[in-house]
């Protein structure tokens, strides 16, 4: 065999390997895919369990399993992170699942559970700044998916964030500001930032969809949850009414499991390049 044959032979044995490598690196990992599925199980019994024992008139059970499920979601969220390390999706899971574990904080603190230790004029302040800091993660988040998925439409971005601001601005006018309740009076202009934070989400999720629709998972749940919380703020600023506790969590439950199972299908949307150090 001539020299140069088998230097040739020798270079395209090592990309082989190199792409061999690479592909491997940055497919998910199997079992910890497996893993999520299951906690996606766990979740749904939970949520469910929860939301059939506030209509059997058990708070406690009721709570637990709601409460329940959102910690599912935290460990479905870094799971799902450990089954993309070392990929191009790892920074952009990792920051959905902070974006998570902050939501669930928040969901303790709607609860009252946190106001042991965190003495708040309104429990829902605390709320509120949780799930604000988780959607400012979130963002980030969508901003890296842009990054690494290549999507380059600022127009597709900025239209999309101005609608979900129009849509945010109008529901906090028409159920929170032309409230009467004054038992809520202090929490009117903290919901104003809080809902265009929580509509920002949907604007940047839905920016990313409209460019790649394997990002439409992410929006979805991004827009149920700013529908879970108009529904959230209509029984705290108006009354309650009956059937409260379904119409909050079914859509608030279901957006947070699709912003978290959609990187599952984000991830096919990123670039191949495995990115070191992640």
């Avoid at 902070?98 to 969901?107: C, H, N, Q, R, S």
């Avoid at 603190?109 to 302040?125: D, N, S, Y």
């Avoid at 799930?131 to 290549?150: D, T």
Wanted: aromatic share 12%; with cysteine.
């Amino acid at each position: 065999m001539p020299a140069t044959e088998g230097m040739t032979m020798s270079v395209s044995a090592d990309v082989s390997l190199t792409n061999a490598s690479t592909i491997q690196r940055n497919s998910l990992d199997d079992s910890r895919v497996g893993i999520a599925r299951l906690l996606w199980l766990l979740w749904a019994v939970l949520l469910s369990a929860g939301i059939l024992a506030d209509n059997l008139g058990s708070g406690f059970y009721s709570a637990f399993g709601r409460l329940g499920s959102s910690v599912v979601l935290i460990a479905a969220a870094w799971v799902w992170h450990s089954a993309c390390h070392f990929t191009a999706v790892a920074r952009y899971s990792r920051l959905i699942a902070i974006g998570m574990t902050l939501g669930a904080i928040g969901d303790f603190f709607m609860a009252g559970l946190l106001q042991r230790w965190i003495v708040l004029p309104k429990p829902e302040l605390g709320g509120m700044l949780a799930f604000g800091l988780g959607h400012v993660v979130y963002i980030v988040g969508c901003f890296e998916a842009r990054r690494s998925a290549r999507l380059t439409s600022g127009s597709a971005m900025f239209k999309s964030v101005i609608a979900w601001q129009a849509i945010s601005v109008v529901g906090w006018y028409l159920v929170v500001y032309l409230s009467t309740k004054e038992s809520t009076r202090l929490l009117v202009w903290p919901a104003l930032p809080y809902s265009q934070l929580l509509a920002g989400t949907a604007g940047v999720a839905t920016g990313l969809a409209v460019q790649n629709k394997r990002f439409s998972v992410v929006a979805v749940g991004a827009a149920l949850f700013l529908l879970s919380d108009l529904v959230l703020a209509w029984g705290m600023f108006r009354g309650t009414f009956p059937h409260r506790t379904e119409a909050v969590w079914i859509p608030y439950g279901v957006g947070q499991m699709m912003i978290v199972y959609g990187i599952h299908y984000a991830s096919r949307a990123f670039s191949t390049k495995t990115l070191p150090g992640q």
